[in-house]
């Protein structure tokens, strides 16, 4: 076979993978296929775009046992939570994200939710300081601080679950399972995280990325 019928071949190859047709004439130069085939292959090997994380229906999120979800407990001093380890997480939700985060209806249920069950605690705004706070010892958790930022990329929407599902031992924050549904859950957590807050908060990555390093180091 000469050089020619080669560089066809392969282009043929090429266009029925659903590859960008280009002409090789250029190529038909090459003294060995061999070299040819190495540059042909630096091209489809090209590293492809990241993923987009999972974000599984509320249902996949309720069909957790809740004792799954590990229970996370207070360390004194320790006020930027820190010492989460989200490598407990069950199954794959490490690594899932929120599905309600942008369904304005769920995030309208959210608020709703987040009056009844939260407010009292961490106030209207999410600043934590409600009426409650008084009796709060640690205080309820400011959903505005730039740590909270980091928790609104996977792994932090399965902490929130988690937290939300099981409480915080050591804290005055309880296990809401009993009085949530999965869904209700999602949704207060979707409103919580799109609580106004600076540019510069929301857009905080420092924490995300060190959740994410607890479970894939």
């Not at 994380?53 to 309720?62: D, E, F, N, V, Y």
């Not at 939710?113 to 209207?124: F, M, P, V």
Request: charge should be negative; glycine fraction near 8%; charged fraction near 20%.
């Amino acid at each position: 076979m000469n050089e020619v019928n080669e560089v066809t071949e392969v282009n043929e190859v090429a266009g029925a993978r659903g590859v960008h047709r280009t002409s090789f004439t250029s190529f038909t130069s090459i003294t060995s296929f061999t070299s040819f085939t190495c540059l042909l292959g630096a091209v489809f090997l090209t590293p492809a775009p990241a993923a987009q994380q999972a974000c599984p229906r509320p249902a996949t999120w309720a069909a957790t046992r809740d004792t799954l979800w590990p229970l996370f407990e207070h360390r004194d001093g320790d006020d930027r939570w820190a010492h989460l380890d989200a490598s407990h997480l069950p199954g794959a939700s490490a690594t899932w994200c929120n599905p309600l985060a942008n369904d304005s209806e769920a995030i309208r249920a959210g608020r709703s939710l987040y009056t009844s069950w939260c407010a009292s605690c961490h106030g209207d705004l999410g600043k934590g300081d409600g009426p409650g706070v008084a009796q709060a010892d640690p205080p309820p958790y400011d959903f505005t601080r730039p740590e909270f930022a980091g928790l609104r990329e996977a792994p932090g929407p399965g902490v929130l679950y988690a937290i939300v599902t099981r409480g915080i031992a050591g804290t005055m924050m309880r296990s809401f399972d009993a009085d949530l549904s999965g869904w209700e859950r999602l949704a207060v957590i979707a409103y919580v995280s799109q609580l106004p807050g600076a540019p510069a908060i929301r857009n905080s990555r420092a924490w995300a990325d060190t959740l994410r390093a607890r479970v894939h180091p």
